[in-house]
């Protein structure tokens, strides 16, 4: 009879900290350089200025949601051109898709913002805890004495500080840094801004010192999609088991067994971030990241072994390799059918932007036919249209604009409170202003039932133009 007293085996484990090991290597070196300058564009860009003239915002790269504007630069992007926005999520969608098909996921072991920030954090609590070896014992240490209290609570306090600045940088892309900084020094910053710092700490301080690679395995899909854009020419980390098995540790080797380089020293495995052994194949954990190379390369140099038995590699130079012949090279496996196609699609939509942006008009105009009524019958018998025209002056210095329309030569145009067609404008001001269109009576588009109108609107000072389609309504007799 079974014992019903027996608990039932748990579906889960709870989760094993990883504490990877230091590593040094060129691979190690360009993260290194990575981390410095994704985190210094970051933390730096909302304080460069950029002077684009009196009473606009001096700051370089600037989100202005009150008055619904993004400045890059010399770039200035309005509401009604968000499709720049879209398609620079495009080609970032499209970059990713590239690099992917090429290089594996080198976005998610390089510059991720999870990735960057959680390097950061173990750098940290290395320098306060100590290496691998110190911080498992620490982590395995039962009783929590005063020095156990002391590293956590240091090492916390400058994850804290870490995580402060990172939501403090975000917020500056929303507002002018300087003020901003002294509002919320000074406890004058809007609530919102309060709250986004708090929200953004938080999630930084857990996401990068606790979460880890459990965002990477569970809440990022990205691991999951990667293999519709791999194949087997990706040039991704490898362990070539042809040359490495049977593996031995290096006391169990003798003259009389067989023996591959690999010397199961588990350096590959004790430096990776993930927790993961590479001589298992590939994994959906593996960020690429290459410090597992780093490792082994320092390995294989110390017992007198070729480099390379943990390498980039691509799986179809396997049996090439198997044979000793050379793999095929690094162009053979970048320049092929996919790759191609996504670099053509991501030049197309670039070479487009910046088409668009160099030809885009200064001069914004909406057009919204007032219809209620649809027409008017003066008392001379004229037809008369209304219509609300919203211009705006998308230069840095007062415009003046001139009005007019074309479809038929005997209608009319009248500005409403004015006998002039122009109308001044401030530098990036807008108006809404009502427009009367007039036919006599008697005339062709006064008895039509409709007449397809344009309406124009021209910078007097250098000529440029730009036009809003819309109908004239008459009695339709």
Not at 398 to 408: E, N, S
Request: hydrophobic letters at 40%; one cysteine or more.
């Amino acid at each position: 009879m079974s014992d019903t007293s027996e608990q039932p085996q748990s579906l889960y484990a709870a989760r094993e900290p990883i504490f990877p090991k230091r590593v040094s290597g060129p691979f190690r070196n360009l993260k290194w350089i990575i981390m410095a300058v994704t985190l210094g564009i970051y933390y730096i860009t909302p304080w460069i200025r950029w002077d684009r003239g009196p009473d606009l915002p001096n700051q370089a790269v600037l989100l202005d949601m009150a008055n619904r504007r993004f400045y890059f630069f010399w770039i200035e992007i309005w509401p009604h051109e968000f499709y720049f926005v879209a398609g620079l999520l495009i080609m970032a969608g499209l970059g990713l898709f590239l690099f992917t098909s090429a290089f594996g996921r080198v976005w998610c072991g390089y510059a991720c913002p999870q990735t960057v920030w959680t390097d950061l954090f173990i750098l940290v609590e290395r320098w306060i805890e100590g290496d691998r070896n110190a911080r498992l014992r620490l982590h395995r240490q039962k009783s929590m004495d005063f020095r156990k209290f002391r590293l956590m609570t240091s090492k916390w306090i400058v994850w804290l500080l870490i995580a402060l600045a990172t939501g403090g940088a975000w917020v500056f892309y929303f507002a002018d840094a300087p003020t901003l900084l002294r509002d919320l020094v000074t406890l004058n910053a809007h609530p919102i801004a309060y709250t986004t710092v708090a929200i953004l700490t938080a999630t930084t301080f857990f996401f990068g010192g606790f979460a880890r690679e459990q965002i990477c395995i569970y809440a990022c899909p990205w691991p999951r999609i990667q293999a519709a854009m791999m194949d087997e020419d990706t040039i991704t980390v490898g362990y070539r088991a042809w040359r490495g098995e049977p593996r031995k540790h290096s006391k169990e080797i003798t003259e009389d067994t067989p023996q591959g380089d690999c010397i199961d020293c588990m350096a590959c495995v004790n430096v990776c971030p993930m927790g993961i052994d590479i001589r298992d194949g590939q994994q959906m954990e593996c960020i690429t990241c290459a410090l597992c190379i780093d490792a082994c390369d320092d390995i294989m140099a110390k017992i007198g072994k070729p480099r390379g038995l943990v390498d980039y590699m691509a799986l179809s130079d396997e049996p090439r390799e198997r044979s000793g012949e050379k793999p095929r090279s690094i162009w053979k496996h970048i320049l092929r059918p996919r790759t191609i196609l996504y670099t053509t699609l991501w030049s197309l939509v670039g070479i487009g932007l910046v088409f668009a942006l160099f030809v885009r008009s200064h001069i914004d105009m909406s057009v919204a036919p007032v219809r209620n009524p649809v027409f008017v019958t003066l008392s001379d018998g004229s037809i008369r249209n209304t219509y609300d025209v919203r211009l705006r002056n998308m230069t840095n210095q007062p415009t003046t604009f001139r009005l007019f329309a074309t479809g038929h030569p005997q209608l009319r145009l009248q500005l409403e409170g004015t006998p002039y067609e122009t109308v001044d404008l401030d530098a990036q001001g807008a108006e809404l202003q009502r427009v009367y269109v007039i036919a006599p009576p008697g005339s062709d588009p006064a008895n039509a039932e409709r007449t397809e109108l344009r309406f124009w609107v021209e910078d007097l000072s250098n000529g440029e133009r730009n036009y809003a389609d819309t109908t004239y309504f008459g009695k339709g007799n």
